[in-house]
């Protein structure tokens, strides 16, 4: 069975410092694995996804992950904060090939204070 | 491109009663999520339709909870009746159809559901 761990439910940075929120997955198969964001009283956003390709991927808002299959880790960066950022972010994995199914984390809210 | 649409956007309702939600995906996206996010946790799948066809229900409280997707274009979440632990927020997602699980969902604003 597949299952995400997202360490730390509140994280808190300065603003301008490097951000890290960690996830690390459980999957039987080669995952599929995604970041999203969601704002207060909004859905979620996708931020980027790792599907096989570059285990370093980039996406949106300068936000980068890197895939590292043997600490089985899908941790998200950013060099620097910007309080825009404050959200919750939710790491997710699906095991593809079949119905693009989501096992999501249990969320990291980030704070940014000046 | 309009997004996912999500209405009502919040519901506060008295135990026992039943609730409806409804969703419409963005147009061509094939594939229909329902998920429910309760505080302080990240969302679960509760059903996946295909089109018109239920592809993933397994995990859809089925004595209280129902869902359709006629003509394989809006959709709605009906719980009859309601419980107490099913104060959430529900979240409607639509994408393409599935290529092998790469697909990027889209998701709605949700409705938040408070149960009395």
């Known amino acids: 069975a597949q299952s995400v761990t997202q360490l730390g439910s509140h994280v808190s940075v300065s603003e301008g410092a490097l951000v890290l929120l960690r996830c690390n997955y459980s999957?039987?198969?080669?995952?599929?694995l995604f970041w999203y964001v969601q704002y207060p009283n909004q859905g979620l956003q996708l931020l980027l996804k790792?599907?096989?390709?570059?285990?370093l991927v980039k996406g949106i808002n300068g936000f980068e992950a890197e895939f590292k299959k043997s600490e089985t880790s899908f941790h998200l960066t950013k060099p620097s904060a910007h309080m825009s950022d404050a959200a919750e972010y939710f790491c997710a994995v699906s095991k593809g090939g079949g119905y693009n199914k989501l096992i999501f984390g249990a969320g990291t809210r980030l704070a940014v204070h000046p | 491109e309009a997004g996912v649409a999500q209405s009502p956007r919040y519901k506060i309702i008295e135990k026992r009663q039943s609730v409806a939600f409804w969703c419409n995906p963005i147009s061509g996206h094939a594939t229909l999520y329902w998920y429910q996010q309760i505080l302080g946790q990240g969302p679960k799948l509760l059903i996946q339709f295909q089109n018109n066809g239920v592809v993933d229900d397994s995990q859809l409280p089925k004595d209280r909870f129902s869902a359709e997707r006629l003509k394989g274009v809006d959709s709605t979440l009906k719980i009859q009746p309601a419980k107490l632990e099913d104060s959430a927020v529900y979240l409607c997602?639509?994408?393409?159809?599935?290529?092998?699980?790469?697909?990027?969902?889209?998701f709605g604003p949700g409705t938040r559901l408070t149960v009395l």
């Open positions: 997602a639509s994408s393409l159809v599935v290529a092998g699980g790469r697909n990027e969902q889209f």
């Open positions: 790792y599907t096989s390709a570059a285990t």
């Open positions: 999957s039987s198969v080669p995952p599929y």
